[in-house]
């Protein structure tokens, strides 16, 4: 910044330079900056934002099973088993008889444009998810192939000792094997 411009902006701001780049970095309309953690001064004081710690959070809703986990927008499934000549459509003429289907995703194989054998599904509530897994459970068919489906979001079980005591013995070298040629 050159003395002219310097004297200027501190007569224009009352500011130090100093002070005024920091000033320039977080105020100036004219650069358009992307990303979090811009603009967090007006968030903070209506309570939101990252500085606030109020973030959003998935109603503890019950599984029934105790397996099923919400995603942010719904309960997500994965049907498997989706003939390969299936489109959108179809799919959807068999899933909204159990309710609302928020969103679909019926992937395609790049090389031969078929349908990859599965979708997933969005369900608003729980009780329309549990019903088209029940469905497919008791032979729902679309185009004369039976679906299957479960949850694609699922809970880890409560009781992880297992997996420790399974990971320790692994890298444990007196459990290990020695190799053929060194015995």
């Not at 900056?33 to 967090?40: D, E, H, M, Q």
């Not at 185009?143 to 979001?153: R, T, V």
Request: glycine share 8%; aromatic share 8%; proline share 3%.
């Amino acid at each position: 910044m050159s003395a002219s411009t310097e004297q200027s902006w501190r007569r224009d701001t009352g500011m130090d330079v100093d002070e005024g780049l920091f000033f320039s970095l977080t105020v100036d309309p004219s650069i358009r900056r992307r990303g979090r953690g811009f603009g967090a001064g007006a968030a903070a004081d209506e309570g939101e934002g990252v500085r606030s710690n109020q973030f959003e959070r998935l109603s503890t809703e019950a599984d029934v099973e105790g397996h099923a986990a919400q995603s942010m927008e719904g309960w997500v499934l994965v049907v498997t088993h989706v003939h390969e000549e299936a489109t959108e459509d179809d799919v959807l003429d068999v899933f909204l008889d159990f309710g609302k289907v928020k969103d679909l995703h019926l992937n395609l194989d790049r090389r031969t444009g078929y349908v990859k054998g599965y979708a997933l599904l969005q369900y608003e509530t729980q009780a329309e998810a549990e019903n088209a897994i029940t469905a497919c459970k008791k032979g729902l068919t679309l185009l004369e192939q039976p679906l299957d489906a479960d949850y694609a979001f699922v809970q880890p079980p409560s009781h992880a000792s297992g997996m420790d005591a399974r990971r320790s013995r692994c890298h444990n070298a007196r459990d290990r094997s020695a190799s053929p040629m060194r015995s």
